[in-house]
Nanobody, 123 residues
Framework: VQLQASGGGLVQAGDSLTLSCSAS????????MGWFRRAPGKEREFVAA????????QYSDSVNGRFTISRDSSKNTVFLQMNNLRPEDTAVYYC?????????????????WGQGTLVTVSS
């Protein structure tokens, strides 16, 4: 499986940005795709996830209410709509795929990773 993340950029606080993650290669009937991020000097953290049914939407507390994860199964693409961005959202964002349906996705469950896309939010 190859994951291609895109959509990062430099924005100002309060702006919106949408990240995309397109999957190609081997396909899975059941899976969970998620977004993680790593801020400078910090550990990688979970952001959001969605399963192959388009359900079990998961969000971290820090983005809940501001970010929305969705998918277009016809295009094997997952999106992360990020609204009201804050400087603390600055990070490299990675998409990942777990060929399973965990109740709560963690990084250790991810079998396939995208290359990351940088989001920088200026104050």
């Amino acid at each position: 499986v190859q994951l291609q993340a895109s959509g990062g950029g430099l924005v100002q606080a309060g702006d919106s940005l949408t990240l995309s993650c397109s999957a190609s290669g081997r396909t899975f009937r059941l899976y969970t795709m998620g977004w993680f991020r790593r801020a400078p000097g910090k550990e990688r953290e979970f952001v959001a996830a969605i399963n192959s049914f388009g359900g079990n939407l998961q969000y971290s507390d820090s983005v809940n209410g501001r970010f929305t994860i969705s998918r277009d199964s016809s295009k094997n693409t997952v999106f992360l709509q990020m609204n009201n961005l804050r400087p603390e959202d600055t990070a490299v964002y990675y998409c990942g795929l777990d060929p399973g349906l965990p109740k709560r996705l963690t990084a250790t469950m991810v079998n396939y990773w995208g290359q990351g896309t940088l989001v920088t939010v200026s104050s």
